[in-house]
């Protein structure tokens, strides 16, 4: 397809290259029937199609998809510094024969080029996101196309065009009208079996393709093409019909789609069928029959006919009807039998008679009149009933228990003039008899009725009413009812079979009113008396009315006096009158308040651990009369009051105490004013069931002591209990305290300037009262929902349970130097202190709201357990949360936030604590605790975090104590990793336990914060960032993923801060260079590394097994073979030489090792260790491998 390339600039002959440019190749592009893109060669030279000259294609009028210009490709080169802007492709379409019109121009955009050796570019200019539609508004015809391109250039007069050979470029293509199906002519009816005329099509466009019949008139089933390809369809061709079929022709204009020509109809007439006409029936004289039906015919009702004569010989009259149903209305009354049937013509068929319908009339019924009516006893016979004067036939009697006989209708199968009295059997109650009297097909007629009244006998019925009143009341009302008869009187009697004490009351009603009555001393009966007619009387049920003596509450006995509440004793009852439905108790002798009702109906009452002095009485109460009470007893509790008679303040000195003995925590202890005051000291823990201080009176509970109270704790104005640092108040149930304490409490070593964040012990202390040399703009509270500290006044009041950011006094010490230590300040809190359940409210985690961070505190004065305060918060706290604790010295570098969980405490920083506790997490993680007057932060999801008694623990000043409530210690094995440069320091921790998985453990991993500080290091766990990680039992193949963050780019270091469990046994930690392929051993030593700023996550990895060159290939584990036998364990490495062996309990304890073995198979002997699960670390010049063994 060579095409002609028009060249305009010549190469000059000396090699310098002439400014030039023109076309190398050109293409149009179509879209063709929606078939995609089609290039066309203009001045091209492809395997594409030659557009000049083409014959695209023919078209259907108004297509939208069957020719669409799509653009154009144009490859032009440029040399000696001629440049292109533009290029351009036209076309024009016309008629054949007609006077062509204007060029439509398309721009064609640069899309590509590359240097040629003319010192230009050979350039792509394309573009294929036209959609022209070149057929809209083209009638039918043959068309012409006519393309050609120009370029926009600098040179050659400023355009140049693609030709062929001086002239356009032109293809052709055909557009044909749209189909038309046109009308068919001929539609008509003929006989069943009969051959149809012929059918013509007129006004169509196109040509006949075929001709279609169908039996449906939307030719949607039984279709059948007809091979005809003219316009008339003759009858012959189509043959005899039997049932009405649709024509149609099928027409199809060149390249569109056929259409269908109108439907032409030819209705096929069954011959004619008379059917069967229903509704033969019987009926009354004088009454208009139902209607008739005809059904089953083929053809149209003429005409229905009726005759006197079954045949239709006689008496036929003619009835104006052509619709199927003959109504009753229509015939009217009848007085005499009458035949009925239809007139039926299919077409042109002859006319078909119907079956004959007979209508048979009666009679009328007559019912009749019944002779006999009477009055009878209930259970007699009645005499015989007589019917007389009726028409028809007795069809059977009837007896009824209404008068209309609208109910209890009883049909009696007798169909003679007469019902005998024997036939009626016994009556019971009145009955009403009729003759039911039909003649023919009448209806049935009811003879007059007859009555049999029944006299029912006497019924006494039943009295309600029964009671039991107290003596001398008078009873309520007694009520008769279910009698049968009237009332003729009431009785009483003082025997329940009234044999004996019967008296007569004149009352006829139903009702016996308690007034008339009057009051009752004694148990009496009652019943009405009741006569039905001429019957007997009859009795009544016996309403008791049961009269009780008064309650008498009698006496108890039993007196008792104690110090302590570890008491118990016996209360007897005695003297009483009536039935004991409880005990109470108050702690008023007169019970006029704080009454406790006691579930106890017995004569004894047994008490234990009364903590108060109390009071007791039973309640006795005889039948319905009021209850009476006892007299009280009471068991009085003595506090156990400080008088000092020792002559020191020595809390644990008897005979300090009124009781000579120690207040314990079953005694209630009470400290009046003197000489000498208890001071609580020595690291003593002392108990009292409730505490009471008088006015003028004074404890101290000394730093290292604890005060333990089962009770309420209650301060008289002017009494005193301070507690000092490090001293603790601790209380057991969840009762009010009452009165204000001291509670002193001192931050860890900070300097001016720096923060704590605090929680109040006691309730009504304020933020400033509480530190009031702290300017008045430097108090803080976290937003939750901005994740910011706002300031608030300093008049706010401490929120129960809640953390307040507040700076140290303004005139604390400032910051020398980092060798010049900072100096604790001491804080007051003055208030009621806080007992019992405590619930505060926080904003949970919600998407795009709140993160669900909000700073909570110790409500106490005391410090609490963090593994009960875990427990406690179950799903109100989030899975990755640790408590965070503000330990900040007023330095950016470092991060704000310690972390501590049930697994480890990772610190923030190298300085001294900049919290309100300064306690170091050091021991078993279940005996750690939060200090009194401790603010932290707590990662909710969650509304409320709840605080209460069970989580208060008796540890100061760092010490542990451990208690009953004390969690069995769990074995843990940790390692604490330092990440420091010169902008910054951070830890964290990764832990191992039974316990913990390697998902998210609520309670033991704690989130990272990032950008919290310069650096912050962290572990991964998915895709959280964890400061603190828990991971299952050790495993020596563990890969623990590590991650950091550095805002500076730098050289840093990794260490190991310290460790514990298997780590501090001998097992080896690797710190993994991901990038730098390096692996190094962390016990050796600190890894520095330098890196740019960012988070990184995916460049170490903490590993337990230094990987090993191919030259020192790893040990294989299969290979490796531990196992009991007997009381020793057998080890057999396989080829590999063994050097050493080691034994470690899962608390990471070593119990065994041996080195210098060098071969491949030991014993291990004599091992003294009970039956458990034990850890054998086997190494070898090519690796060292871990295996577990239950022994």
């Given at each position: 397809?060579?095409?002609?390339?028009?060249?305009?600039?010549l190469?000059?002959?000396?090699?310098?290259f002439?400014?030039?440019?023109?076309?190398?190749?050109?293409?149009?592009?179509?879209?063709?029937?929606?078939?995609?893109?089609?290039?066309?060669?203009?001045?091209?030279?492809?395997?594409?199609?030659d557009?000049?000259?083409?014959?695209?294609?023919?078209?259907?009028?108004?297509?939208?998809?069957?020719?669409?210009?799509?653009?154009?490709?144009?490859?032009?080169?440029k040399?000696?510094?001629?440049?292109?802007?533009?290029?351009?492709?036209?076309?024009?379409?016309?008629?054949?024969?007609?006077?062509?019109g204007?060029?439509v121009?398309?721009?064609?955009?640069?899309?590509?080029?590359?240097?040629?050796g003319c010192?230009?570019?050979?350039?792509?200019?394309?573009?294929?996101?036209?959609?022209?539609?070149?057929?809209?508004?083209?009638?039918?015809?043959?068309?012409?196309?006519?393309?050609?391109?120009?370029?926009?250039v600098?040179?050659?007069?400023?355009t140049?065009?693609?030709?062929?050979?001086?002239?356009?470029?032109?293809?052709?293509?055909?557009?044909?009208?749209?189909?038309?199906g046109g009308?068919?002519?001929?539609?008509q009816?003929?006989?069943?079996?009969?051959?149809?005329?012929?059918?013509?099509l007129?006004?169509?466009?196109?040509?006949?393709?075929?001709?279609?019949?169908?039996?449906?008139?939307?030719?949607?089933?039984?279709?059948?093409?007809?091979s005809?390809?003219?316009?008339?369809?003759?009858?012959?061709?189509?043959?005899?019909?039997?049932?009405?079929?649709?024509?149609?022709?099928?027409v199809?204009?060149?390249?569109?789609?056929?259409?269908?020509?109108?439907?032409?109809?030819?209705?096929?007439?069954?011959?004619s069928?008379?059917?069967?006409?229903?509704?033969?029936?019987?009926?009354?004289?004088?009454?208009?029959?139902?209607?008739?039906?005809?059904?089953?015919?083929?053809?149209?009702?003429?005409?229905?006919?009726?005759?006197?004569?079954?045949d239709?010989?006689?008496g036929?009259?003619?009835?104006?009807?052509?619709?199927t149903t003959l109504?009753?209305?229509?015939?009217?009354?009848?007085?005499?039998?009458t035949?009925f049937?239809?007139?039926?013509?299919?077409?042109?068929?002859?006319?078909a008679?119907?079956?004959?319908?007979?209508?048979?009339?009666n009679?009328?019924?007559?019912?009749?009149?019944?002779?006999?009516?009477?009055?009878?006893?209930?259970?007699?016979?009645?005499?015989?009933?007589?019917?007389?004067g009726?028409?028809?036939?007795?069809?059977?009697w009837?007896?009824?228990?209404?008068?209309?006989?609208?109910?209890?209708?009883?049909?009696?199968?007798?169909t003679t003039?007469?019902l005998?009295?024997?036939?009626?059997?016994?009556l019971?109650?009145?009955t009403?008899?009729?003759?039911?009297?039909?003649?023919?097909?009448?209806?049935?007629?009811?003879s007059?009725?007859?009555?049999?009244?029944?006299?029912?006998?006497s019924?006494?019925?039943?009295?309600?009413?029964?009671?039991?009143?107290?003596s001398?009341?008078t009873?309520?009302?007694?009520?008769?009812?279910?009698?049968?008869?009237s009332?003729?009187?009431?009785?009483?009697?003082?025997?329940?079979d009234?044999?004996?004490?019967?008296?007569?009351?004149?009352?006829?009603?139903?009702?016996?009113?308690?007034?008339?009555?009057g009051?009752l001393?004694?148990?009496?009966?009652?019943?009405?008396?009741?006569?039905?007619?001429?019957?007997?009387?009859?009795?009544s049920?016996?309403?008791?009315?049961?009269?009780?003596?008064?309650?008498?509450?009698?006496?108890?006995?039993?007196?008792?006096?104690?110090c302590?509440?570890?008491?118990?004793?016996?209360?007897?009852?005695?003297?009483?009158t009536?039935?004991?439905?409880?005990?109470?108790?108050?702690?008023?002798?007169?019970?006029?308040?704080?009454?406790?009702?006691?579930s106890?109906?017995?004569?004894?009452?047994?008490?234990?651990?009364?903590?108060?002095?109390t009071?007791?009485?039973?309640?006795v109460?005889?039948?319905?009369?009021?209850?009476?009470?006892?007299?009280?007893?009471?068991?009085?509790?003595?506090?156990?009051?400080?008088?000092?008679?020792?002559?020191?303040?020595?809390?644990?000195?008897?005979?300090?105490?009124?009781?000579?003995?120690?207040?314990?925590?079953?005694?209630?202890?009470?400290?009046?004013?003197?000489?000498?005051?208890?001071?609580?000291?020595?690291?003593?823990?002392?108990?009292?069931?409730?505490?009471?201080?008088?006015?003028?009176?004074?404890?101290?509970?000394r730093?290292?002591?604890?005060?333990i109270?089962t009770?309420?704790?209650?301060v008289e104005e002017?009494?005193?209990?301070?507690?000092?640092?490090?001293?603790?108040?601790?209380q057991?149930n969840?009762?009010?305290?009452?009165?204000?304490?001291?509670?002193q409490?001192?931050?860890?070593?900070?300097y001016?300037?720096?923060?704590?964040?605090?929680?109040?012990?006691?309730?009504?202390?304020?933020l400033?009262?509480f530190?009031?040399?702290?300017?008045?703009?430097?108090?803080?509270?976290?937003?939750?929902?901005?994740?910011?500290?706002a300031?608030?006044?300093?008049?706010?009041?401490?929120?129960?349970?809640?953390?307040?950011?507040?700076?140290?006094?303004?005139?604390?010490?400032?910051?020398?130097?980092?060798?010049?230590?900072?100096?604790?300040?001491?804080?007051?809190?003055?208030g009621?202190?806080?007992?019992g359940?405590?619930?505060?409210?926080?904003?949970?985690?919600?998407?795009?709201?709140?993160?669900?961070?909000n700073?909570?505190?110790?409500?106490?004065?005391?410090?609490i357990?963090?593994?009960?305060?875990?427990?406690?918060?179950?799903?109100?706290?989030?899975?990755?949360?640790?408590?965070?604790?503000?330990?900040k010295?007023?330095?950016?570098?470092?991060?704000?936030?310690a972390?501590?969980?049930?697994?480890?405490?990772?610190?923030?920083?190298?300085?001294?604590?900049?919290?309100?506790?300064?306690?170091?997490?050091?021991?078993a993680?279940?005996?750690?605790?939060?200090?009194p007057?401790q603010?932290?932060?707590?990662?909710?999801?969650?509304?409320?975090?709840h605080?209460?008694?069970?989580?208060?623990?008796?540890v100061?000043?760092?010490?542990?104590f451990?208690?009953?409530?004390?969690e069995?210690?769990?074995?843990?094995?940790r390692?604490?990793l330092?990440?420091?440069?010169?902008?910054?320091?951070s830890?964290?921790?990764?832990?191992?336990?039974?316990?913990?998985?390697?998902?998210?453990?609520?309670g033991?991993?704690?989130?990272?914060?990032?950008?919290?500080?310069?650096?912050?290091?962290?572990?991964?766990?998915?895709?959280?960032t964890l400061?603190?990680?828990?991971?299952?039992?050790?495993?020596?193949?563990?890969?623990?993923?590590?991650?950091?963050?550095?805002?500076?780019p730098?050289?840093?270091?990794?260490?190991?801060?310290?460790?514990?469990?298997?780590?501090?046994?001998?097992?080896?930690?690797?710190?993994?260079?991901?990038?730098?392929?390096i692996?190094?051993?962390?016990?050796q030593?600190?890894?520095?590394?330098?890196?740019?700023?960012?988070?990184?996550?995916?460049?170490?990895?903490?590993i337990?097994?230094?990987?090993?060159?191919?030259?020192?290939?790893?040990?294989?584990?299969n290979?490796?073979i531990?196992?009991?036998?007997?009381?020793?364990?057998?080890?057999?490495?396989g080829?590999?030489?063994?050097?050493?062996?080691?034994?470690?309990?899962?608390?990471?304890?070593?119990?065994?090792?041996?080195?210098?073995?060098?071969?491949?198979?030991?014993?291990?002997?004599?091992?003294?260790v009970q039956?458990?699960?034990?850890?054998?670390?086997?190494?070898?010049?090519?690796?060292?491998?871990?295996?577990?063994?239950?022994?």
């Amino acid at each position: 397809m060579k095409k002609i390339i028009l060249l305009l600039i010549l190469f000059a002959a000396n090699g310098i290259f002439a400014q030039s440019a023109g076309f190398n190749n050109t293409f149009i592009v179509f879209s063709i029937n929606g078939n995609g893109n089609l290039y066309y060669d203009l001045n091209g030279n492809t395997s594409n199609y030659d557009f000049n000259n083409a014959t695209i294609g023919t078209f259907c009028q108004g297509s939208t998809n069957g020719m669409v210009f799509k653009g154009a490709e144009h490859n032009i080169y440029k040399c000696g510094g001629c440049d292109l802007t533009s290029t351009r492709l036209y076309y024009r379409i016309y008629l054949n024969g007609t006077t062509p019109g204007n060029f439509v121009p398309n721009t064609i955009g640069y899309t590509s080029g590359f240097n040629n050796g003319c010192g230009g570019q050979d350039q792509m200019w394309s573009n294929v996101g036209y959609n022209t539609n070149l057929l809209a508004g083209l009638g039918a015809g043959n068309y012409t196309i006519e393309v050609y391109s120009d370029a926009s250039v600098t040179c050659s007069g400023g355009t140049v065009y693609a030709s062929n050979g001086g002239t356009n470029y032109k293809a052709y293509f055909t557009v044909t009208a749209p189909s038309v199906g046109g009308s068919v002519s001929g539609s008509q009816s003929v006989c069943s079996g009969s051959t149809p005329t012929d059918l013509t099509l007129s006004g169509h466009t196109g040509s006949i393709t075929k001709w279609q019949r169908s039996t449906s008139s939307d030719f949607t089933s039984g279709v059948t093409d007809i091979s005809n390809t003219t316009a008339t369809l003759t009858g012959t061709s189509v043959g005899a019909l039997t049932a009405t079929t649709y024509f149609r022709a099928v027409v199809t204009s060149g390249a569109c789609s056929s259409a269908n020509s109108a439907v032409a109809t030819v209705t096929v007439n069954a011959p004619s069928a008379g059917g069967s006409v229903s509704g033969s029936q019987t009926l009354c004289s004088g009454s208009t029959p139902t209607d008739l039906t005809l059904s089953g015919h083929t053809g149209s009702v003429t005409k229905w006919q009726r005759s006197t004569s079954s045949d239709f010989t006689s008496g036929v009259t003619d009835i104006s009807n052509a619709t199927t149903t003959l109504t009753g209305a229509s015939i009217g009354a009848l007085t005499a039998t009458t035949y009925f049937r239809a007139v039926v013509v299919s077409g042109a068929c002859s006319s078909a008679n119907s079956s004959v319908a007979t209508v048979t009339v009666n009679a009328p019924s007559a019912g009749g009149s019944v002779s006999g009516s009477q009055t009878i006893c209930s259970g007699s016979t009645p005499s015989d009933l007589t019917l007389i004067g009726h028409t028809g036939s007795i069809t059977k009697w009837q007896r009824s228990t209404s008068s209309d006989f609208t109910s209890g209708v009883t049909d009696i199968s007798n169909t003679t003039t007469t019902l005998t009295g024997t036939f009626v059997g016994a009556l019971t109650a009145t009955t009403y008899f009729r003759a039911v009297v039909t003649s023919g097909a009448c209806s049935s007629a009811n003879s007059s009725v007859a009555t049999v009244t029944v006299n029912a006998p006497s019924a006494g019925g039943s009295v309600s009413g029964s009671q039991t009143i107290c003596s001398g009341s008078t009873p309520s009302d007694l009520i008769l009812s279910g009698h049968t008869g009237s009332v003729t009187k009431w009785q009483r009697s003082t025997s329940s079979d009234f044999t004996s004490g019967i008296a007569d009351i004149s009352n006829t009603t139903t009702t016996l009113t308690g007034a008339s009555i009057g009051t009752l001393t004694a148990t009496t009966y009652f019943r009405a008396v009741v006569t039905s007619g001429a019957c007997s009387s009859a009795n009544s049920s016996v309403a008791t009315v049961t009269v009780n003596a008064p309650s008498v509450g009698g006496v108890v006995s039993g007196s008792y006096e104690f110090c302590t509440t570890d008491n118990s004793g016996t209360l007897t009852l005695s003297g009483h009158t009536g039935s004991i439905i409880k005990w109470q108790s108050s702690t008023v002798s007169d019970f006029s308040a704080a009454v406790s009702d006691i579930s106890n109906t017995g004569t004894t009452l047994n008490f234990t651990d009364v903590a108060q002095t109390t009071y007791y009485r039973a309640i006795v109460k005889s039948g319905n009369c009021a209850e009476a009470a006892s007299a009280s007893v009471g068991v009085i509790i003595n506090n156990n009051m400080w008088n000092g008679a020792a002559g020191n303040s020595d809390w644990n000195d008897a005979g300090n105490w009124s009781c000579g003995e120690v207040p314990t925590q079953f005694e209630n202890a009470v400290i009046a004013a003197g000489s000498y005051q208890p001071d609580i000291t020595g690291n003593n823990a002392v108990s009292a069931a409730s505490l009471t201080i008088l006015n003028g009176a004074g404890v101290v509970v000394r730093s290292g002591s604890n005060l333990i109270v089962t009770n309420e704790v209650v301060v008289e104005e002017g009494g005193s209990l301070t507690i000092e640092n490090n001293g603790n108040l601790i209380q057991v149930n969840d009762v009010d305290n009452t009165g204000a304490v001291t509670v002193q409490k001192n931050s860890a070593p900070i300097y001016r300037l720096d923060y704590a964040m605090w929680s109040s012990p006691v309730a009504g202390e304020t933020l400033i009262g509480f530190s009031p040399e702290t300017l008045s703009n430097r108090f803080y509270q976290y937003n939750p929902l901005s994740d910011q500290y706002a300031t608030v006044p300093g008049s706010t009041t401490f929120a129960e349970g809640a953390g307040y950011l507040i700076r140290v006094a303004n005139t604390h010490p400032s910051f020398v130097n980092n060798e010049t230590p900072g100096t604790s300040w001491r804080g007051t809190f003055v208030g009621t202190p806080n007992n019992g359940d405590v619930n505060v409210a926080v904003t949970p985690q919600q998407s795009g709201v709140s993160q669900g961070y909000n700073a909570v505190g110790n409500p106490y004065p005391s410090p609490i357990n963090i593994y009960a305060f875990y427990a406690a918060n179950t799903g109100t706290i989030a899975d990755a949360s640790a408590l965070y604790f503000w330990r900040k010295k007023n330095d950016a570098a470092t991060s704000y936030y310690a972390r501590v969980t049930k697994l480890a405490y990772t610190a923030n920083t190298g300085n001294a604590w900049g919290d309100a506790g300064g306690t170091a997490f050091n021991g078993a993680p279940n005996t750690w605790v939060i200090n009194p007057g401790q603010g932290f932060i707590v990662q909710a999801i969650g509304s409320t975090v709840h605080f209460n008694n069970a989580m208060r623990v008796p540890v100061n000043n760092g010490q542990i104590f451990r208690t009953a409530q004390d969690e069995s210690e769990i074995a843990i094995s940790r390692l604490w990793l330092n990440l420091s440069g010169q902008d910054g320091f951070s830890q964290a921790a990764i832990g191992y336990t039974d316990m913990t998985t390697l998902g998210l453990d609520y309670g033991w991993d704690g989130k990272a914060f990032i950008n919290d500080g310069d650096v912050t290091l962290f572990s991964l766990a998915g895709e959280e960032t964890l400061g603190i990680q828990a991971r299952p039992s050790f495993e020596a193949s563990d890969v623990v993923p590590m991650g950091y963050q550095a805002t500076q780019p730098g050289t840093y270091t990794i260490a190991l801060d310290h460790m514990d469990g298997v780590f501090e046994a001998g097992q080896d930690i690797y710190l993994q260079d991901n990038l730098l392929n390096i692996t190094h051993d962390l016990k050796q030593g600190a890894y520095e590394f330098t890196t740019e700023a960012g988070v990184v996550t995916n460049r170490f990895n903490v590993i337990y097994a230094e990987p090993l060159s191919t030259e020192n290939p790893t040990l294989d584990a299969n290979s490796v073979i531990v196992y009991k036998d007997g009381s020793s364990i057998s080890i057999n490495s396989g080829t590999a030489d063994m050097t050493g062996v080691s034994v470690y309990d899962t608390r990471g304890r070593l119990l065994y090792s041996a080195k210098d073995i060098n071969a491949t198979e030991t014993v291990i002997n004599g091992l003294q260790v009970q039956q458990q699960v034990l850890i054998v670390e086997v190494t070898s010049p090519k690796g060292k491998i871990t295996k577990k063994l239950i022994y």
